[in-house]
Each structure stands twice: as C-alpha cells, then as structure tokens.
C-alpha cells in the first residue's frame, strides 16, 4: 500500500467486509471517497452537514476519529435510529489516523 492511502473497510448488508484503499493526500471525506467507491450514499447537502443522509456507523476505530463538532451532533440528533456510534460521513476527512477504520452504511 502506498503511504498516502489508508484502507477503510465497509460492511455489506450481509455481514462480509471490502476493504478499500482511500487516498489521504486529496481532501477528501470519507462521504466523497465512498460515494466515488459508488455506495449508495445521497448526501444530499453536499458534505455540509445539513442533512444526515450520509450517516455511518463506525464499527472499529471511533477512537481514531476526530471530535464531533456540535453542527454534526445537532444533525445526527434529528435521526428517529441515531446509534451511539454513527457518524456523517461528509465530516469525517480523510487521515493516515483513519487506517483500519470499519462502517457500514446507516440503516443497512
């Protein structure tokens, strides 16, 4: 792996995992590489944090990531199926402290 990619891991709906190689030298979230990876993501917003509908579930690695900010909370907290470990995925950037990292899609 080259050192400016990390692997992410998304779980299927059935349980199995992809590893995929993300690139963290070109600012991308973890919402734009992942629906670049073609997931079905809306993101609706844009990646603003207006709108929930790239939320993800952070299976292993929470520890790795950044605080949530009170925008991203505010916004998850609109969610009827909020679980303590979901995420917007539009505000979680992509770093190297992010290798290893395990979700899923919300919901799914």
Known sequence: M?????TVHVQNPDGTLTALEAPVDMGLSLMEYL???EYD???TC???ALCATC???VLEGEDKLKEMTDDEYAMLDT?????????LA??????HDMDGLV???HGT
């Open 79 to 87: 969610l009827p199926d909020l679980l303590p470990n979901s995420r």
């Open 90 to 95: 539009c505000q979680l950037q992509l770093s």
């Open 41 to 43: 993501i809306l993101a």
């Open 103 to 105: 979700v899923k899609l």
């Open 46 to 48: 844009g990646g603003m």
């Open 35 to 37: 629906k670049a990876c």
């Open 55 to 57: 939320c993800v579930d």
């Open 2 to 6: 080259e050192e400016n990619n990390i």
